[in-house]
Nanobody, 124 residues
Framework: QVQLVESGGGLVQAGGSLRLSCAAS????????MGWFRQAPGKEREFVGA????????AYADSVKGRFSISRDNAKNSVYLQMNSLKPEDTAVYYC?????????????????WGQGTQVTVSS
């Protein structure tokens, strides 16, 4: 089973960009679909996007479509979330998660392994 560590969060002005990284330990990273989720204060955790084990399939929440992009590098055991045109409503703790399913999904309960999260704050 992999272990996940997110990084790259921080404070950015509205309209700016951030790139989050999620590093995985273990030799089975390439077997997992990977998802990104976020949770804002007082709100439930929500799906942001996901990518299949080989990067061929990606999926995004409507709220981030066209602004966020997910990629992965299996040789580096890493998955990335490029966030552009950030808005104050994107402020949240962002989590990466791993799922053994071949096709990435948006249901958080299907993901087996979670990172500790990284804070993203977008100021207006």
């Amino acid at each position: 089973q992999v272990q996940l560590v997110e990084s790259g969060g921080g404070l950015v002005q509205a309209g700016g960009s951030l790139r989050l990284s999620c590093a995985a330990s273990g030799r089975t990273f390439s077997l997992y679909s990977m998802g990104w989720f976020r949770q804002a204060p007082g709100k439930e955790r929500e799906f942001v996007g996901a990518i299949s084990w080989n990067g061929a399939i990606t999926a995004y929440a409507d709220s981030v479509k066209g602004r966020f992009s997910i990629s992965r590098d299996n040789a580096k055991n890493s998955v990335y979330l490029q966030m552009n045109s950030l808005k104050p409503e994107d402020t949240a703790v962002y989590y990466c998660a791993a799922d053994r399913a071949a096709v990435p999904g948006s249901d958080d309960y299907k993901y087996d392994v979670w990172g500790q999260g990284t804070q993203v704050t977008v100021s207006s």
